[in-house]
């Protein structure tokens, strides 16, 4: 996840964009898993356009899906159905911990490091190779720790479904709507909405903890962990848009193919 210095609604957009591209280039790296065909509860692809989905979201038998976003970044909390039986604890903690440690994300790390280095962002680290090892370590372990505090911990204790289930149909200004309301409504375990404790409070217990934990003495105040936070929450409401409309994107690139 993105961390640091206070950054634009623009801004970070632009890195979204730029960063997804860049690990695009390695998704050569890692070899999707085999996916099953044993729930029979997903819904059928569907396209704007029409024609079938050359490379559909497939569920597999623990409930989580195998899709990356730009065939690289791992999506595996992402699934176009429109209800699938609850994660158990264990099977949260798996699925975040696929995503955490996919060997993809790795080189994304280093992007995000080498875009806090240029920006010189948190002063404290310094600049050279040491400066580059702090930004580094500091970036896997923000985002190693927001996974598990909004993808597992919180949602475990508080049994709500991690998942983002995709609309896949309807007007772009819908489903934009609908994405952008996921970050502050969720399904429970149980099947029933309510507001998303687990990801407003866990990307705020992520960014308490690493602003006042492991970030420069200097950065270490109410201010910057409230800017993280909010960079945190408007991360995530820009990948849940981006995630939304990426089987459509998948669609028409198999098509150009």
């Known amino acids: 996840m993105i961390k640091g210095s206070p950054l634009t609604l623009s801004a970070l957009l632009a890195r979204l964009i730029t960063l997804q591209l860049s690990a695009a280039l390695m998704a050569h790296m890692q070899q999707a898993a085999t996916p099953t065909n044993s729930l029979k509860d997903l819904s059928q692809s569907r396209d704007a ?24 970044l ?7 159905a429109t209800q699938l039986p609850p994660l158990s604890t264990g099977q949260k903690f798996k699925v975040v911990a696929r995503i955490s440690f996919d060997p993809v994300v790795y080189p994304w790390y280093a992007a995000l490091a080498g875009f806090s280095q240029a920006e010189n962002s948190e002063r404290g680290f310094g600049q050279g190779a040491a400066g580059y090892g702090k930004r580094y370590g500091t970036a896997f372990a923000d985002a190693t720790l927001e996974n598990f505090m909004t993808g597992a911990i919180l949602p475990s204790l508080l049994r709500e479904d991690p998942r983002y289930y995709q609309l896949g149909k309807g007007t772009f200004r819908r489903r934009t709507a609908y994405a ?21 409070f866990g990307s705020a217990f992520s960014a308490g903890i690493s602003t006042y934990g492991y970030h420069p003495q200097t950065d270490r105040n109410l201010p910057t962990a409230a800017s993280v936070w909010g960079s945190l929450v408007g991360y995530d409401t820009l990948t849940i848009v981006f995630t939304e409309f990426w089987p459509d994107i998948r669609r028409r690139l198999g098509h150009k193919r």
């Open 180 to 200: 952008i309301s996921r970050i502050v409504v969720t399904r429970t375990d149980s099947g029933n909405e309510r507001f998303n404790y687990s990801e407003i």
């Open 49 to 72: 356009v029409g024609g079938p989905d050359p490379k559909p979201a497939i569920s597999l038998q623990d409930g989580t899906s195998n899709d990356r976003l730009l065939y690289a």
């Open 74 to 80: 791992p999506d595996f909390l992402t699934v176009e």
